[in-house]
């Protein structure tokens, strides 16, 4: 079946600007993760969707960002006043709970982010 | 103390050894262990999955859970070139708290 997909795969802005980074998860996966991983360095977690929970946003690196997950499915992550520290691979991850203790998570292509 | 903590490397092996990746973690309560293999300018991909104490083989690779000793290790046998990439340990606290990623470590495979 079909992946995690993102959106855009690219996207070039300038300093201040704000953007809309989508994702679609894999049908049916009630879990929704965002990370950015800026270049040569580890996933950072920003923020965590489980069903219809209130998602855990303790890895907003600022007010700057916020994320929503519309009908339990579609993600946007939208980052006000871009700075060019924001500057990163943005990777989205989806998973199901197959069992009381199972989180695989599958992971999109990315959105690469350079802000100017 | 950082929930996950891998070596970041790089590990250097020579074709066809034993490459053995190793991650220690604070939550002793934590219950699913993953290994993720992410290839330079690439998106994570998830390798292997382990639940329970011992040894899980799939292929070339084998995941080893200690959960008295807080430690998960991914061995790849007969390493290839092709496995040079940075390895990812991720683990589950339990319920539906979120998955914790190591920093990850760089395999690099020599021919």
């Known amino acids: 079946g079909a992946g995690v997909s993102q959106s855009p795969s690219n996207k070039v802005t300038e300093k201040g600007k704000d953007v809309e980074l989508r994702c679609d998860p894999i049908?049916?996966?009630?879990?929704l993760y965002w990370y950015r991983q800026s270049l040569g360095q580890g996933l950072e977690f920003l923020i965590y969707f489980q069903g219809n929970s209130a998602p855990d946003k303790s890895g907003l690196p600022s007010d700057r960002f916020s994320a929503e997950r519309t009908g339990g499915s579609v993600s946007t992550l939208t980052i006000q006043r871009t700075q060019q520290e924001d500057s990163a691979v943005y990777l989205c991850?989806?998973?199901?709970?197959?069992?009381?203790?199972?989180?695989?998570?599958?992971f999109g292509p990315g959105t690469r982010l350079t802000v100017t | 103390q950082k929930e996950v903590e891998q070596n970041s490397g790089p590990l250097s092996v020579p074709e066809g050894a034993i490459a053995s990746l190793n991650c220690t973690y604070s939550d002793r309560g934590s219950q699913s262990f993953f290994w993720y293999r992410q290839y330079s300018g690439k998106s994570p991909e998830l390798i292997m999955s382990i639940y329970s104490n011992g040894d899980k083989e799939d292929g070339r690779f084998t995941a080893q859970l200690n959960k008295a000793s807080q430690y998960v290790s991914l061995l790849i046998r007969d390493s290839q070139p092709s496995d040079s990439a940075t390895y990812l340990c991720?683990?589950?606290?339990?319920?539906?708290?979120?998955?914790?990623f190591g920093i990850g470590t760089k395999l690099q495979v020599i021919p």
């Open positions: 049908s049916g996966h009630t879990a």
């Open positions: 991720a683990v589950n606290p339990g319920g539906y708290q979120k998955v914790t």
């Open positions: 991850a989806s998973s199901a709970p197959t069992g009381r203790v199972s989180y695989e998570q599958y």
